[in-house]
């Protein structure tokens, strides 16, 4: 069965330093990958999706992330940080068969100080 | 487009008493549908998934049931509510993860449970 892990559980970011948001999956073949954004209260918003093709997706409010497949993992990454950055951020893994379920990461907490 | 409407948006429900959460999806057919259920610190707990009417997959054993009466409508259910149950539940829906296309998942706002 599929797996995500999210080694840091809240970090805080300067405004305008760059971002890099840990994932590693478990998978025994390629999977989907997802990267979410959650605000206080609300549902989840999809920043980035990883199905095939180039190993460095571009998403949305200036996103990127890059899957390296030796290293099973799926970092999200932003140059520069703006306060309204501050949120919930998951990952999440989807096997690549029918009549699976997408598997979540326990999320990273993002704080931006000023 | 697609749309997900998830309702009530917040409950307060004593213990002991039922529970009946729906999620219903316009703009697709034979959708995927999902129940999270998100507690502090905990991150998003998968708790049912249903790939076709009647057809549920339970993840965690406990006190909820699910049920998929119709194509585009997901209900989670409980005969009798405990404390453990309080937290913010998330319907979703995804494409069909094998055909590899709108494979991403949708999800709706969100109801916040307190069981008290």
């Known amino acids: 069965a599929q797996s995500v892990t999210q080694p840091d559980i809240h970090i805080t970011v300067s405004e305008g330093a760059s971002l890099e948001l840990r994932c590693n999956y478990s998978?025994?073949?390629?999977?989907?990958l997802f990267w979410y954004v959650q605000s206080p209260g609300q549902g989840l918003q999809l920043l980035l999706k990883?199905?095939?093709?180039?190993?460095l997706v571009q998403g949305i409010k200036g996103f990127e992330a890059e899957f390296k497949r030796s290293q099973s993992s799926f970092n999200l990454r932003k140059p520069s940080v703006h306060w309204s950055d501050a949120a919930e951020y998951f990952c999440?893994?989807?096997?690549?068969?029918?009549?699976?379920?997408?598997?979540f990461g326990k999320g990273t907490t993002l704080s931006v100080s000023s | 487009s697609q749309t997900i409407h998830q309702w009530p948006a917040t409950l307060v429900q004593p213990v002991g008493s039922p529970l009946s959460l729906e999620c219903t999806v316009e703009?697709?057919?034979?959708?995927?549908l999902y129940w999270y259920r998100q507690a502090a610190g905990r991150g998003l707990q998968l708790l049912f998934y249903?790939?076709?009417?009647?057809?549920i997959s339970s993840e965690v054993p406990q006190n909820l049931s699910a049920s998929r009466p119709q194509d585009r409508q997901f209900i989670l259910s409980s005969k009798k509510l405990l404390l453990s149950d309080s937290g913010f539940y998330l319907c979703?829906?995804?494409?069909?993860?094998?055909?590899?296309?709108?494979?991403?998942?949708?999800f709706g706002q969100g109801t916040r449970l307190t069981v008290v």
């Open positions: 999440a893994v989807g096997a690549r068969q029918a009549g699976t379920a997408l598997i």
């Open positions: 998978y025994g073949a390629t999977p989907y």
């Open positions: 979703a829906w995804s494409g069909d993860l094998g055909r590899g296309s709108n494979t991403e998942a949708f």
């Open positions: 990883y199905f095939s093709g180039d190993t």
């Open positions: 249903s790939v076709g009417i009647g057809q």
């Open positions: 703009g697709t057919s034979n959708p995927n």
